[in-house]
C-alpha cells in the first residue's frame, strides 16, 4: 500500500487529533491507516508506511486491540499476522464511546456520586457549592443515562435520528 496524498493528510490529521482527545498520535495515526486501508497490513507496513518504531507499532497495536477497534487476522498461506480496523464508522463510534464512558464517565459519575453524598453532611460547605456539586452530577448523571439508552438503538435508527438534528426540538415542550 502506498499512501496517496490525501491519506496522508487524513492519518497526520488523525494523529494529531488523538493528540487532543488524549491518546498517543502514533496510536492515532495506526487507527487512521488501519481504517482506510482496502486490506489488512502487517505491522512491519505500518512501520514502513508511518516512518516509526517497530516497537511503537507493536505497542500501539496492542491498544486499539484492547480498545476492540483493530484485530488481528490471517491470510492463507501466510504466517504472519495482520491487522485491519473495524470498518463500520457507527460501531467505532460506538466502541470509542464506549472507552471513553468507562475510562472516564464511570469514574467521574461515582466521585461526584461520593461528593454529592459527603457535601450534605457538612454544615461548613456553603450551599451553593452544594447545590453546584449536585448540578454536576444530575447531568453526569443525565448523559449517562442517555448513553446506556441510545447504545444499543440500531444504526439505521441512530441515522435517522442525527438527521433530524435539532428540528426534533420543535416537538419538545419546555
Known amino acids: ?31 487512521a491507516l488501519l481504517y482506510l486501508s482496502p486490506r489488512p497490513l502487517r505491522a512491519e507496513e505500518i512501520v514502513e508506511l ?8 507493536s505497542t500501539s497495536i496492542r491498544e486499539l486491540q484492547s ?9 492463507l ?5 495482520y491487522y485491519e480496523s473495524l470498518s463500520d464508522v457507527w460501531e467505532l ?7 471513553r464512558k468507562q475510562r472516564e464517565m464511570s469514574p467521574t459519575l461515582s466521585m461526584l456520586k461520593q461528593c454529592a453524598t459527603a457535601v450534605d453532611t457538612e454544615p461548613d460547605t ?18 449517562n ?3 446506556e439508552k441510545i447504545r444499543d438503538v440500531p444504526t ?6 442525527m438527521k433530524l438534528g435539532a428540528g426534533i426540538t420543535r416537538f419538545v415542550k419546555s
Open 126 to 143: 456553603d450551599p451553593v457549592t452544594k447545590q453546584r456539586i449536585h448540578n454536576m452530577l444530575d447531568f453526569v448523571e443525565s448523559t
Open 77 to 81: 498461506g501466510d504466517r504472519r499476522d
Open 50 to 57: 508511518l516512518s516509526v518504531a517497530r516497537s511503537n507499532v
Open 156 to 161: 439505521d435508527t441512530l441515522k435517522k435520528l
Open 93 to 99: 463510534f460506538r466502541m470509542i464511546f464506549e472507552q
Open 1 to 31: 500500500m502506498k499512501m496517496s496524498p490525501a491519506v496522508e493528510k487524513y492519518v497526520l490529521h488523525w494523529g494529531e487529533m488523538g493528540t487532543r482527545w488524549g491518546t498517543n498520535r502514533t496510536v492515532a495515526q495506526i487507527h
Open 67 to 75: 480498545y476492540g477497534l483493530v484485530k488481528m487476522t490471517h491470510v
Open 145 to 147: 443515562d442517555w448513553y
